[in-house]
Nanobody, 121 residues
Framework: QVQLVESGGGLVQPGGSLRLSCAASGSIFSIYVMGWYRQAPGKQRELVARITSGNSINYTGSVKGRFTISRDNAKNTVYLQMNSLKPEDTAVYYC???????????????WGPGTQVTVSS
């Protein structure tokens, strides 16, 4: 069984910073894409940032220049450094990954349970 577990969410004032972490555990042969999505109340879940195993990175426009995604392949972990946070960044942040559990298996997509990020004064 593969699991993704996020950590690092919380309450922060506008202009502040948070660092989210997501660790994948279980039967893992390889991880292709790791990414972060978010869902604000009443809105659809949206991609925030993603990083491939080859370190190709994409960001949604609203976070470019403020958020940085990175990964530690040895630890099967992806990070999201969030700076200059704004109230509109408030959402539940979800980790997502495409993982191959065994060499003979296909890539499957996994989600973490989510972590709340609240930006408020």
């Amino acid at each position: 069984q593969v699991q993704l577990v996020e950590s690092g969410g919380g309450l922060v004032q506008p202009g502040g910073s948070l660092r989210l972490s997501c660790a994948a555990s279980g039967s893992i042969f390889s991880i292709y894409v790791m990414g972060w999505y978010r869902q604000a109340p009443g809105k659809q879940r949206e991609l925030v940032a993603r990083i491939t195993s080859g370190n190709s990175i994409n960001y949604t426009g609203s976070v470019k220049g403020r958020f940085t995604i990175s990964r530690d392949n040895a630890k099967n972990t992806v990070y999201l450094q969030m700076n200059s946070l704004k109230p509109e960044d408030t959402a539940v942040y979800y980790c997502n990954a495409d993982i191959q559990a065994r060499p003979t298996m296909s890539l499957l997509n996994y989600w973490g349970p989510g972590t709340q990020v609240t930006v408020s004064s």
